[in-house]
């Protein structure tokens, strides 16, 4: 499984309620250390230029964000997160662009994306890369149409808000926070994995191209989430990737949310989320 990764889109010192901004290098080494000579790293993808960010964002304020003017997601101005944004999206983008040339899956372990809106970060979000990645294949006419499937458990507000700005009827967004509270127990939550590939088909069955976010929050420890179970998660993961090769979906899939301590908690779903996606695409 290809891993779009550099260590310029990780942040050492952001000291924040989340662990987001860290979690590439966490994540690459635990992969590496856990699934030896199953994980190739490509680093040799260039960051998003802000001209390439402001597709998705106002100009003034991608150009403030970068230069430590205004605050981002995390709600601060530190210089190592504004730095490692345009390769966060970089990653994400390059990995979007492989799944689409190549096909089958490829990673980015990135997060702080869907809550950041067209004129507004928040949420541990600062620039919307899901819109960026998928408007830049857009431009150069590798894809036709997108779906981004948000298994997060957090509703994707910031990228409903830019697909409605910039009016993109060509991408979708299927964010499990807009129909989380309609799961009420297990039952509702086992029908929901077992409709999942119908559900994928409806949502995402027209695009060239789904951009998954196998967010680790909806876990039910989460303290921003509680909704799966362990297995439950795994399930849900073995669903979209068994879909998505089943159809011959070029996807590309990043971390998103997680917010359990120790890290590790954390870490340990999203490499469920790696085994999954080795087991779906052995062949
Ligand atoms: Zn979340």
């Known amino acids: 499984m290809k891993v779009f990764y550099t260590p310029r889109q990780s942040v050492r010192d952001n000291e924040s309620f989340s662990p987001s901004a860290g979690k590439p290098a966490a994540f690459v080494e635990a992969a590496l250390r856990g699934f030896p000579g199953q994980i190739e790293i490509i680093d040799n993808f260039r960051g998003v230029s802000p001209k ?26 530190k210089p190592s997160v504004a730095a490692s944004l345009p390769w966060t999206i970089g990653s994400l983008y390059a990995a979007a662009r492989a799944a689409v040339r190549e096909g089958g899956a490829t990673c980015s372990p990135t997060s702080g994306f869907h809550h950041s809106s067209y004129a507004s970060g928040g949420g541990f979000c600062t620039f919307n890369g899901l819109v960026v990645a998928a408007l830049l294949l857009k431009l150069e ?40 509270t309609e799961l009420r127990g297990d039952k509702d939550i086992e029908a929901w994995l077992a409709g999942l590939p119908g559900e994928l088909d409806r ?38 990737f068994r879909w998505a090769r089943a159809r011959a979906k070029p996807l590309t899939w990043n971390l998103a949310g997680g917010y359990q301590e120790p890290i590790a908690k954390v870490l340990a779903l999203h490499l469920a989320t790696v085994e999954e996606c080795l087991a779906a695409y052995e062949s």
């Open 52 to 77: 390439g960010i402001a597709l998705a964002h106002h100009p003034e304020r991608v150009r403030r964000v970068l230069a430590c003017e205004e605050n981002n997601g995390f709600g601060n101005r």
């Open 141 to 180: 006419g590798l894809v036709d149409k997108v779906a981004i499937v948000d298994f997060d458990i957090h509703y994707g507000n910031g990228t409903d808000n830019i697909i409605g700005i910039k009016r993109l009827s060509w991408l979708t967004n299927h964010s499990l926070g807009g129909f989380a």
């Open 203 to 240: 949502v995402a069955g027209k695009s060239d191209l789904v951009l998954y976010q196998a967010g680790a929050d909806p876990h039910i420890d989460d303290p921003l989430g509680g909704l799966l179970s362990s297995d439950q998660m795994r399930r849900r993961d073995r669903a979209v």
